[in-house]
């Protein structure tokens, strides 16, 4: 089958992410916790595949494809997991455009190195100019489309000295030194789905592929929230959470099972630039009508110029 057939899937479970990245935002804000937020919206994905891998337990994998197995395909779920916790942690702290723009930047670029390299098994294809080229003006376009946020309603970067004040003295530290941590999370996700693709391979059949990715990083959601359990929601939050809210870990695990069956066949540069491409689209559609609860931010000339920026990147990507 050519590699282009794939492409739509791939575009749908990009806006599927971005879906849930939005239903996430709605979650978190009703539970308040972001880490309970976080395990409500993963369980149902554990449910999901495991109900699945019940139903069809065939193939199973056989020893040798076991032992054949790198020691960190199964940590596949949980590199993904570090942009998830990175954005828990610091996006409130660099704001949400440097934020997405870092690790989404990270992304693309550590994507089209293990292409070139030949890195985790991926066939390595050596340096190629115009995939670079691709990748350089999706980093772009992800800079324009990121410097206005739904929260400041400005470009990020251009708060009153007053604001800059109080956001330093929140914290304590210059936001800037937390960009290269936030750089390795964007890469640990690039690398998470080609880790999961080899898990794939190994354990052959998919839906046990994915129920042994997202396991540890639902153990992990769980166990810090057992250590920091507060705050809690008020009976008046839990009230507000409708009933498509908890299913935005699923609606992101498409992008993941996607990785699981793909990415070892269009390369890991084309899966994630198209998955960010089409995540990004969708984004600025749901701030521009203000859709599933998003405030809405018109799509301005910097974000219509992002996002061309960016579909002329996938494009010389997916053809070089």
């Known amino acids: 089958m050519s590699a282009a057939l794939l492409y739509p899937f791939i575009i749908v479970a990009g806006a599927l992410q971005a879906l849930g990245n939005s239903m996430n935002a709605q979650l978190r804000g009703r539970l308040v916790n972001p880490f309970l937020a976080a395990s409500v919206s993963f369980l149902p994905i554990v ?36 942009a998830v916790f990175g ?21 693309i670029l550590t994507s089209l190195a293990m292409d070139s390299l030949g890195l985790f098994g991926l066939p390595g294809g050596g340096f190629k100019p115009m995939p670079w080229l691709g990748g350089l003006l999706m980093a772009v376009g992800v800079t324009f489309i990121a410097r206005v946020t739904p929260d400041k309603g400005q470009k990020s970067g251009q ?7 109080e956001a330093e003295a929140g914290h304590g530290l210059n936001p800037r030194l937390l960009y290269p941590f936030i750089v390795v999370a964007g890469a640990l996700q690039a690398v998470g789905v080609v880790w999961n693709a080899q898990l794939r391979g190994a354990l052959v059949n998919p839906w046990l592929a ?9 153990f992990v959601f769980v166990l810090v929230f ?15 959470v409708r009933w ?26 084309a899966f994630n630039g198209l998955l960010i491409t089409a995540n990004l689209l969708t984004s600025v559609a749901l701030d521009h009508f203000g859709w599933v609860g998003m405030k809405r931010v018109p799509a301005g000339p910097s974000r219509l110029g ?10 010389l990507i997916s053809l070089f």
């Open 47 to 82: 449910f999901v595949f495991a109900t699945l891998f019940l139903v069809m337990p065939t193939p199973l994998p056989s020893l040798d494809t076991l032992a054949a197995m790198p020691w960190y395909a199964p940590l596949g779920g949980v590199a993904g997991a570090v």
């Open 210 to 218: 994915a129920l042994v990715s997202f396991l540890p990083v639902v």
């Open 87 to 107: 954005g828990l942690a610091f996006v409130d702290k660099v704001g949400a455009g440097p934020f997405n723009g870092l690790t989404l930047t990270a992304n």
């Open 306 to 315: 992002g996002a061309a920026l960016m579909v002329a990147g996938i494009v």
């Open 226 to 240: 057992l250590l920091r359990p507060k705050p809690l929601p008020q009976r008046t939050d839990v009230e507000g």
């Open 159 to 165: 708060k009153s000295g007053q604001e800059s004040d």
């Open 244 to 269: 498509w809210m908890p299913l935005a870990g699923l609606a992101g695990a498409v992008a993941v099972f996607a990785g699981l069956l793909f990415v070892d066949k269009v390369g890991a540069g």
